[in-house]
């Protein structure tokens, strides 16, 4: 059984950056991702990795978010620069089910907990 555990989130101001860390249990060798959740907005995978380390990322973040593995630490990340309000959001780390990536939300079957990440001055 896969269990997720993202860690990162912070306030931060317009223009700054962080970093996520998703620490993983289980079946990871297939797609993983990173999904955010704003009140009043749908869901959005920002970004994923599938298992050969091809990436996919969404135009809204394209050029400011990065998203990288370590396989033998089993973690997931994301580097994010030049962070705006509109990244405000619970980013939440996410395992797609077999042989499927990409950016569409319906795949991603098993979620962590969720890290909150607030861009405000």
């Known amino acids: 059984e896969v269990q997720l555990t993202e860690s990162g989130g912070d306030l931060v101001q317009p223009g700054g950056s962080l970093r996520l860390s998703c620490v993983a249990s289980g079946d990871t060798t297939g797609c993983m991702g990173w999904i955010r959740q704003a009140p009043g907005k749908e869901r959005e995978v920002v970004a994923s990795?599938?298992?050969?380390?091809?990436?996919y990322v969404a135009a809204s973040v394209k050029g400011r978010f990065t998203v990288s593995k370590d396989n033998a630490a089993n973690t997931l990340y994301l580097e994010m620069i030049n962070l705006q309000p509109d990244d405000t959001a619970t980013y939440y780390c996410?395992?797609?089910?077999?042989?499927?990536?990409?950016?569409?939300?319906?795949?991603?079957?098993?979620w962590g907990q969720g890290t909150q990440v607030t861009v405000s001055s």
């Open positions: 996410a395992v797609a089910r077999p042989w499927v990536c990409g950016l569409i939300v319906h795949i991603f079957e098993t």
């Open positions: 990795i599938d298992r050969n380390g091809n990436t």
